[in-house]
């Protein structure tokens, strides 16, 4: 039975301090034919019928198995070793929440420390946090940490418009409250030079990602310097995948890399759950958000694990916490932790690599195809943009007949990029794959 | 508990120390006492400027972080740098050498806000009562 606190006696008084009579005065802004709309729903099955109809439904989707897929922005589709699933299924992982009593929970603790640990590694920071929800929440969260660094004191981040559209539509959302603008965005032009430009006394932060929207890589030598003469910090968003080839930004003067942390192991899936991966310097640690798991002795001297720096967090600092979602991903945490301990440095590098000559392949397949053309004004990484001589939504509706999952359309994020597609390529798009789709771009286009 | 004479004291436990213009400020025995261990101190940088009553340090004990308030306006000129490597400073010598930092005053008539020790320490005693209800 479930246990009801109020009894009548108290919802009278709550119903007085509200002002209504009844509890279904509550609902009277809902249209009245919509309180209690009558659900055409079919007859019940039994459970091999249901399995056979949800079975039929999931035939439906064009997935990834059954399709070759050269759509990234985003979400990616990269190999995930056996042994991934083997350990994140077992029971004692299986939670999303970081866990607070270390003489229960050693186990979790223990692989977010690693997962924290690989993510310093990979990005050249010194302190990670135990992951945020996603790539998009990870960003705006830089941005607030950035302003508390700052003292609250100044008011714009500045922010590259070839960061993830998404991203930065959530900071967006996520700043409201504060007073923060983000500003830098609002032409696709605007470059490097031109951000750098913008950044003045007022600028909390300069946030740049690379490999960026496009796929290309950014050169960020000598950013962080201007950005810190004009005494704002620089966050990178960063592919984690892409550290495993290129130079980390802690290398060139980072203060924050962020991004999205799905591509470590974690599936392609509509909705998530993904993770996003927050890395800061030390001398930031303090400002830093989320949860934050760390290593020491117990009274016997031995390693333990427990969460650290909680000081920072909601339940002790209220509202003037370092952030209000103390949350985590603790199981795509985990699984990002295992992903990258079962490729190691040489792995990663290795799947890094194959993407970047697969890629490089394909674009170069594509530039010889008739009324396509390359669009490569920089180095990239995996993806790359397509001109097309047709509306990336008409090429896409004929690549899925073809059983090809065509690339974002570009005109979807950036108004007057009209035939323009956003191209992926990973080490699981075979030469096979990526010869069949020149010749499906072929035969649309002639 | 220590209530040192010749300081001038704010009610939110912070003490100020007046040297020609400038003025050293600090948190009482008591404040360092309430804290217990400090972890982590939080300061500002040489160059801010605040008003009275605007929070310019935060101390982390290992189970709280607590906001520090600045008693006078001005411009801070120097920084206790050892706080960073050795925050435990702040509970072992709240009045000497766990000070937080130096101001060159905007205002010296501000200090007339201030209570003197004696004040100070009635204070104390009158808050403590009121802890007793």
């Given amino acids: 039975m479930p246990y009801v606190p109020h009894g009548d006696a108290d919802r009278q008084v709550m119903l007085n301090a509200l002002g209504v009579r009844r ?62 699933e083997q350990i994140v299924s077992r029971s004692e992982f299986y939670t999303a929440y970081t866990p607070y009593q270390p003489e229960i929970s050693q186990g ?64 967006r959302t996520y700043v409201q409250g504060l007073d923060v603008t983000v500003a830098g965005d609002d032409a696709i032009g605007n470059d490097l030079e031109a951000l750098l430009q913008r950044v003045d006394d007022d600028t909390i932060c300069l946030v740049v990602q690379t490999p960026n929207f496009l796929g290309e890589l950014e050169d960020l030598r000598g950013v962080a310097e201007r950005v810190h003469e004009a005494g704002a910090l620089l966050v990178v968003v960063a592919d984690p995948l892409s550290l495993g080839l290129f130079k980390p930004p802690g290398d ?78 603790a199981l795509n945490a985990l699984t990002a932790a295992v992903y990258m301990a079962a490729l190691g440095k040489r792995g990663l590098r290795k799947v890094a690599e194959i993407c970047y000559h697969r890629a490089h392949y394909a674009a170069a397949q594509i530039a010889q195809v008739p009324g396509f053309d390359v669009v490569a004004r920089k180095p990239f990484f995996k993806e790359f943009v397509v001109q097309c001589p047709m509306p990336v939504e008409a090429l896409n509706r004929h690549l899925l007949e073809w059983g090809i999952i065509g690339g974002y359309d570009l005109a979807r994020a950036y108004p007057g990029t009209q035939n323009h597609m956003l191209v992926c390529v990973t080490e699981m798009t075979t030469r096979a794959g990526i010869d069949y789709f020149i010749e499906a771009l072929r035969e649309v286009s002639a | ?41 939080e300061l500002p940088e040489v160059g801010d400027t605040f008003e009275a009553g605007e929070m310019f340090a935060t101390v982390e004990s290992v189970k709280a972080a607590s906001d520090v308030y600045i008693p006078l306006s001005g411009e801070v000129v120097e920084v206790n740098e050892a706080l960073e490597d050795s925050p435990e400073l702040v509970n072992q010598s709240p009045y000497g050498d766990g000070w937080f930092v130096r101001i060159r005053l905007a205002d010296p008539s501000e200090t007339e806000t201030l209570m003197d020790a004696d004040a100070y320490a009635a204070y104390l005693v009158e808050e403590a009562d009121k802890g007793e209800h």
């Fill in chain 1, 23 to 84: 509890v279904d005065d509550l609902f009277a802004g809902v249209p009245e034919h919509l309180r209690y709309p009558e659900l055409l729903l079919p007859e019940p099955l039994s459970e091999p019928e249901l399995m056979a109809e949800l079975a039929a439904m999931s035939e439906t989707n064009a997935d990834l198995r059954h399709f070759v897929s050269f759509l990234g922005a985003g979400a990616y589709y990269h190999y995930i070793p056996s042994v991934v």
């Fill in chain 1, 108 to 171: 979790t603790l223990q692989g977010i420390f690693e997962y924290q640990s690989m993510i310093c590694a990979l990005t050249g920071m010194d302190a990670s946090n135990a992951s945020h929800y996603d790539g998009a929440t990870a960003v705006a969260e830089a941005i607030v940490m950035a302003h508390n660094v700052k003292r609250m004191k100044r008011h714009t981040a500045v922010m590259s418009p070839l960061v993830h559209p998404e991203y930065r539509a959530t900071a």
């Fill in chain 1, 252 to 329: 060139y003067g980072a203060d924050i890399v962020v991004g999205e942390g799905q591509a470590l192991g974690n599936a392609v899936s509509f909705g998530g759950p993904y993770l996003g991966f927050f890395a800061t310097r030390e001398k930031l640690v303090h400002k830093m958000a989320g949860r934050v798991v760390g290593e020491t002795v117990d009274v016997e001297g031995k390693r333990g694990f427990v969460l650290t720096l909680a000081a920072r967090e909601q339940h002790i600092r209220r509202e003037r916490a370092t952030s209000n979602i103390c949350s985590n991903q």
């Fill in chain 2, 1 to 41: 508990m220590k209530v040192e004479k010749q300081l001038l004291y704010a009610e939110s436990h912070e003490w100020v120390r007046l040297e020609d213009g400038e003025a050293v400020v600090g948190i009482s025995d008591f404040a360092q006492e309430e804290l217990n261990d400090v972890v982590y101190v």
